[in-house]
């Protein structure tokens, strides 16, 4: 009963084999996916939906990724709140700030977060958050949790932390803030010690997996095209750390995701 709690499955990179991968991902023993609505930019937001529309075990997502901040107009906003309301769309995302590419402007990025947690507040939704600060600062974190603090916790909504990759003091603040955090591939990789400590802390009641697939591919896997049924690898290398059984470690993600976004408890 594995969870993948964050996917672009309408990426380029599956154009020739999506309906295969889709397969091979149930076959792998993944009950709840959550398809990750960006695209390439505003206009591709509702790309995620179409799949959770058409298998009743996919959720989606929608919203503006930081990366796109720039192209993020009066008219989007409004395409974004129609898709808040659709009855397969559990939550707005992924949004926030990268300041690692800085392929849009930190002020742009700021306004453009804030105007989707407005949004978000609207449609009562929790929020899928991509944080990835400079090579040489935190300052991307820093931003991050004081508009959090400002605009987002008095909703009570929370969200996730999608692909934390955090020190330990942003994990603590996170889940403060009534987030869960959420550990893909990376956290298997050899120079992620940071990412390993948040996951031996997490409370076990405030974790997710994921592949954010097509990038990460976990080790054994790293180097190749990831796809949702590596998430496999992602949840036998948590367990490890935590010293719990494999499917203990699936089970109680796959409760997380359910319980946190109201959806219905598998058998």
Sequence with gaps: MLLDSHAHLDGPQFKEDREAMIQRAWESGIRTLLAIGNGDGPDEM????PFAERFDWIWASAGVHP????????????????FARHAR?????EIGLDYWYDYSPRDVQMKVFRQQLEIAAEAKLPILIHCRPSAH???AWDDLLRILNEDWAATGLGGVMHC????????????????LL?????VTFSKAQNIRDAAAMVPLDRF????DCPYLAPVPLRGKRNEPAFVAETTRYFATLRG???AEAAAQATRNFRDFFGLPALG
């Design 244 to 246: 719990i059984d494999p």
């Design 208 to 211: 997710l997996l994921e592949t």
């Design 89 to 93: 769309v559990i939550a707005v995302g």
């Design 164 to 179: 934390f990759s955090g020190e330990l003091t942003q994990a603590r603040a996170s889940l403060d803030l009534g987030f």
């Design 46 to 49: 509702g790309n995620a939906i």
């Design 67 to 82: 990366h796109e901040a720039e192209k993020f107009t009066p008219a989007h906003a409004e395409q974004l709140r129609g």
């Design 137 to 139: 600062s935190a300052n």
């Design 182 to 186: 959420s550990f893909a591939g990376n």
